[in-house]
């Protein structure tokens, strides 16, 4: 009887951060770090952002020794051409390459206009700055409703979704900070693993972020393991038991 090679479905599952394997469902993203290809997992970005690693896909396409190469040739040829023009401030001796990176020298005023008032031409000047202020939901309800939308829009649902897979649907335990009141905490958790999301509702664009992982539902504060939310198959949360 011949026998059948199993592989998993993913070749990478060991972290080149923490030397964690994933769990089935979870994902690895390709890091650069000088010429050798790394990969790390969800809870390890900022680690890996820290130290000098860099995600593969955001770098630039284009040779930036050569771009930095072709700009210094680009204006030495230009101070070039303008020294061979004769271009010297008005005869006096002294050549002026960067006359037209020189500032702008303001009109003096009429003599008869007013004088501003001190202070106006600061004021005029000044940007003004825009202010982003975003309600925060003050029943627990709303907070617990926004940040399940959140959750939802976010790219962890697969995550979810991949565990659950494999394990059955989770628990989910959705509940607003004790000491910071803007943070509300999301738990999703099985008899093999559970994860733990937060939200905070005040930043300008709230955003999931992981916060915590493990493999013992003992490592959770009781009320992380008293159900208030659902999840289906899809990794998509719903208030309800």
Same mark, same amino acid.
């Given at each position: 009887?011949a026998t059948?090679?199993?592989r998993?479905s993913?070749a990478?599952?060991?972290?080149d951060?923490?030397?964690r394997?994933l769990?089935r469902?979870e994902?690895?993203?390709a890091?650069?770090? &000088?010429? #050798? @290809? *790394?990969?790390v997992?969800e809870?390890?970005?900022s680690r890996?952002l820290?130290?000098?690693w860099?995600? +593969?896909?955001t770098?630039?396409?284009?040779d930036q020794?050569?771009?930095?190469?072709?700009?210094?040739r680009?204006?030495?040829s230009?101070l070039?051409a303008?020294?061979?023009a004769?271009?010297s401030?008005g005869?006096?001796?002294?050549?002026?390459y960067?006359?037209d990176?020189?500032p702008?020298?303001?009109?003096?005023?009429?003599?008869?206009s007013p004088a501003?008032?001190p &202070?106006? #031409? @600061? *004021?005029?000047?000044?940007?003004?700055e825009?202010?982003?202020?975003?309600a925060?939901p003050?029943?627990? +309800?709303?907070?617990?409703?926004e940040?399940i939308e959140?959750?939802?829009?976010?790219e962890?649902?697969?995550?979810?979704?991949?565990v659950a897979?494999?394990l059955g649907?989770?628990?989910?335990?959705v509940?607003?900070?004790?000491v910071r009141?803007?943070q509300?905490n999301?738990?999703?958790?099985?008899?093999?693993?559970?994860y733990?999301?937060e939200?905070?509702?005040?930043d300008?664009?709230?955003?999931?972020?992981?916060a915590?992982q493990?493999?013992?539902?003992d490592?959770?504060?009781?009320?992380?393991?008293?159900?208030?939310?659902?999840a289906d198959?899809r990794?998509?949360?719903?208030?309800g038991?």
């Amino acid at each position: 009887m011949a026998t059948r090679d199993i592989r998993p479905s993913t070749a990478h599952t060991i972290c080149d951060v923490c030397g964690r394997t994933l769990l089935r469902g979870e994902r690895a993203e390709a890091y650069l770090h &000088g010429d #050798a @290809r *790394r990969w790390v997992c969800e809870l390890c970005k900022s680690r890996a952002l820290h130290e000098g690693w860099i995600r +593969e896909g955001t770098m630039p396409s284009y040779d930036q020794g050569h771009s930095r190469s072709e700009r210094r040739r680009s204006l030495l040829s230009r101070l070039r051409a303008r020294r061979e023009a004769g271009g010297s401030d008005g005869g006096n001796g002294r050549e002026s390459y960067f006359d037209d990176e020189a500032p702008a020298v303001a009109p003096a005023p009429a003599a008869d206009s007013p004088a501003p008032a001190p &202070g106006a #031409a @600061r *004021r005029r000047d000044r940007p003004r700055e825009p202010r982003h202020v975003r309600a925060v939901p003050t029943s627990v +309800e709303q907070k617990t409703v926004e940040a399940i939308e959140l959750f939802n829009a976010s790219e962890h649902t697969r995550t979810v979704s991949g565990v659950a897979r494999s394990l059955g649907l989770p628990t989910v335990a959705v509940s607003p900070s004790t000491v910071r009141p803007s943070q509300v905490n999301l738990v999703v958790s099985w008899e093999l693993c559970w994860y733990r999301y937060e939200v905070d509702l005040s930043d300008d664009d709230p955003t999931v972020r992981v916060a915590g992982q493990g493999y013992e539902l003992d490592e959770l504060e009781a009320g992380e393991r008293s159900p208030n939310a659902v999840a289906d198959d899809r990794g998509t949360l719903s208030l309800g038991q």
